[in-house]
Every structure is written in structure tokens, then in C-alpha cells.
């Protein structure tokens, strides 16, 4: 039985590889690490690479192209990076602090558009910012020290209900109370300038408070 599965597998994927009618398997991004200091190399690996792939880091301040052959590309500032079987390295050499992306296509493939991942470049020792809901209270850590961060809460429908700028102490963390609110499901945004929640173009994560 195992061996007639297999030998039907394999005829239907020659089927299909023989009618083109093959599938493909859009990109991935990920960084080993998410925040790495200037000098330092920002590395990680490209998911379902099938094709021509080209790597380059750019800041997230440089605007997305409208109507870019790759959807979601910015070509403001982009610098190249090293690729070589599926793992890819970007300098860092004369990048000031800042939020920066890494942005892998398939020069093949265009309809896959801009596949990215965020990365922090920073100077401020153990920068690794985290937020946990905690009852009443969101607490932020790894934020860096006496630093301001932007917090907005809004309900899923995009109605501002909190927006407050903490401060943090000196071990980088701060909190924020959301004691006031319902019971429902929120977005929420934390924001300092060199690091934000979600991704790249959508800098809110889910902030439940239904439980």
C-alpha cells in the first residue's frame, strides 16, 4: 500500500511539473537576531527560496515605492546584502541607530512581491524590547533606560481609547495601565523610535482583554 502511494505521488508530481502547473511557495524572512549594534553584521535566512533572490537592508523611514514591479519595495537609501544558500548577511557599517528592513525578492517572480523583516540598529546595551499583559496593566522590559516610548491602545474597529508616552527606568522597563478599559479584544501600538509591535506596515499587536 505504502509503495502504490508513493509511486502515485510521485507520477502526480511529475503530472503536474510536466504541465507547469506546479506550485509556488511565497517568501519568507527571518532574522537571527532583532536588534544588533552598528558594525555588526544583520543575518538570518530566506524561507521557500525557489529563484533569483536579492537581499538588501534599507531604513524603515524610506518610503514604499507605489506601483513597484516588487510590491512593497523601498529603493530610498537600500544597501545590498550577501546571499548564499538560503542564508543572507547585511553590514551595518554607516548605519545610524535606527529601525531598518530587510527586504528579500525573487527577481524572478515579481508577483511575490517584497518579502521583510524589522531589525534594530542600536548602541543601547541589552535593547530587547517586550510588552506583557498583566491584568490591569501592560508592562514593557528591555526597553533601555530613561528612554520615551509611544503607547496607543485602539479598539478593533480603530477607535483611539488610550495614548499615553512613557518613561522608562533605569533597567529600560515601564507600565501602563489599561484598568479602564472593557472587556473586549484591543490593537495595541508601542513605539520609541527604533523598534515597533507588528510588522513594518502595521505597527499594532492584539491586546486582549476578554479573559
Not at 507520477?11 to 527571518?30: H, K, S
Not at 530610498?76 to 531598518?100: H, I, N
Not at 533606560?145 to 533597567?171: F, H, M, Q, W
Amino acid at each position: 500500500m505504502t509503495t502504490r502511494l508513493l509511486a502515485g505521488a510521485a507520477a502526480a508530481f511529475l503530472l503536474l511539473a510536466a504541465t507547469g502547473c506546479t506550485t509556488d511557495t511565497p517568501l519568507g524572512t527571518e532574522v537571527t537576531d532583532t536588534t544588533v549594534a552598528p558594525g555588526d553584521a544583520v543575518k538570518g535566512r530566506v524561507i521557500y527560496p525557489d529563484g533569483k533572490i536579492r537581499v538588501t537592508i534599507v531604513s524603515a523611514g524610506s518610503p514604499v515605492v507605489k506601483d513597484h514591479k516588487y510590491a512593497g519595495h523601498r529603493d530610498q537609501g537600500e544597501q545590498a546584502c550577501s546571499y548564499d544558500d538560503e542564508k543572507f548577511s547585511c553590514p551595518t557599517d554607516g548605519l545610524t541607530d535606527g529601525l531598518y528592513v530587510v527586504q528579500v525578492i525573487d527577481e524572478g517572480v515579481p508577483s511575490e512581491g517584497t518579502s521583510t523583516a524589522m531589525v534594530s540598529v542600536t548602541s543601547i546595551a541589552d535593547y530587547q524590547p517586550t510588552w506583557q499583559a498583566d491584568g490591569d496593566v501592560v508592562r514593557l522590559s528591555g526597553w533601555g533606560a530613561d528612554r520615551t516610548v509611544k503607547a496607543l491602545i485602539r479598539t478593533e474597529n480603530g477607535k483611539e481609547v488610550i495614548a499615553r508616552t512613557l518613561r522608562t527606568d533605569g533597567s529600560g522597563s515601564a507600565r501602563l495601565s489599561v484598568a479602564t478599559l472593557k472587556k473586549a479584544r484591543y490593537e495595541i501600538s508601542l513605539d520609541d523610535g527604533l523598534w515597533h509591535l507588528g510588522n513594518i506596515d502595521y505597527p499594532f499587536n492584539v491586546l486582549d482583554r476578554t479573559e
